[in-house]
């Protein structure tokens, strides 16, 4: 699933572990949100649009709009 996670990050100035501490992740994780290699739950992908201040399809790309 694609995402803009990355870009949002950086218009904070949040590094990954900023991030993931929010998240209550590890930086790992957040690392591998952003590349695309994992899919976060669906709760934790709330969490992320939540803390963002965002609807989830706003950070959130489906894949069927590829």
């Known amino acids: 699933m694609n995402n803009h996670l990355k870009a949002l990050r950086a218009e904070r100035g949040w590094s990954q572990q900023h991030l993931a501490e929010r998240l209550d992740v590890s930086r790992q994780s957040v690392n591998a949100i952003e590349t695309g290699r994992y899919d976060p739950s ?19 790309v489906s894949p069927s709009q590829n």
């Open 42 to 60: 669906l709760p934790l992908a709330f969490r992320i649009a939540e803390l963002f201040g965002l609807p989830i399809e706003a950070v959130f």
